[in-house]
């Protein structure tokens, strides 16, 4: 959740997705072009636009989607609500297969926004386990396929000085079944992005390693993470301006360039996505893998609030980064 002082006292105001128990009915999609000026636009950065939508649910509590993984087909969305999307996405019209949940347990009882502040989730499809990030908590808690039941949580030592909202924003498993868990703000020395590798489940190995990580320079701070089938791993940031709005940046690292201690692994920047190109709060990311190769997805984290979009875009990497 981006940190907007001029739009906290309105934020504030809105109904919570917790307080709502509306029945869910379905969610809508309204393709957009990567460029409203230039429809025809395809590239941005080394990345191909494939297609791109404006999101809407009838039930209230659809959005703030801060974190996103495919499990059997499905797009499984985490709010910063603790409220659990899952869809089978058509990319036209009414979404079939469609359905909403809450968390089944969390940090804290629940009562709170702040109890289930989720930013980050990532799935294993063997285990069929997928593991969330809360922030302010500064926990990671392990749930079952969809998030059915939880079996386990941890608060990581390293994690317990990380700020307020300002926490476990990135998470990523690796095919290894090591983890990769990055802070919003948290910095090292340098100014680079303070992160963590796991040896294994945190729930079973909390003890971390800390790394630095550098980013896009600029001011973008990492929102999500996911594997590429080659092993590398995307990392999708956030950046805004009271002037220039909101600007997204995805960038490549390889998890064996990794060095506890040592110099900061450099993410390879892939694309910018900045105003007057369509973007808006970039917080989730997803891989997809298709017979022609990996597919990007992306969506935004509309806060609950009326002057942003819950966007889900689509890219095609390049066949040789």
Known sequence: MHRLASLAALVAILPLPLAVRSAPQGVTATPVALDPGDPGLRAVGALRYLGGWVLKGTDRRFGGVSSMTIEAGHFIMLSDGGVVTRVRFSGAGNQADYAMT??????????????????????????????????????????????????????????????????????????????????????????SHFALLFPGDPIEHSDAASFCYTGPPGGFAPTDAAQLPDGRVLILH??????????????????????????????????????????????????????????????SDDNYFFLERTLLMKFALPKNF
């Open 102 to 191: 809450e968390l089944p347990d969390g940090p804290g009882d629940g009562s709170e926004k702040v109890d289930r502040d989720s930013e980050s989730s990532t799935y294993d499809p063997a285990s069929r386990h997928v593991w969330a990030g809360f922030e302010t908590r500064n926990q990671i808690w392990r749930y079952t396929e969809g998030f059915a039941s939880a079996d386990g949580h941890v608060a990581p030592k390293l994690m317990a000085d990380w700020p307020d909202n300002l926490g476990a924003e990135a998470m990523v498993r690796l095919a290894d079944g090591r983890f990769l868990v990055f802070a919003e703000t948290k910095t090292c020395k340098d100014g």
């Open 238 to 299: 956030r950046r805004f301006s009271p002037v220039a709005g909101f600007s997204a940046a995805l960038t490549v690292i390889d998890p064996k360039a990794i060095r506890p201690g040592g110099p900061p692994v450099v993410g390879k920047l892939l694309a910018k996505i900045a105003p007057p190109l369509t973007v808006d709060n970039m917080e989730a990311l997803a891989i997809e893998r298709t017979p022609a190769g990996p597919v990007v997805w992306i969506a």
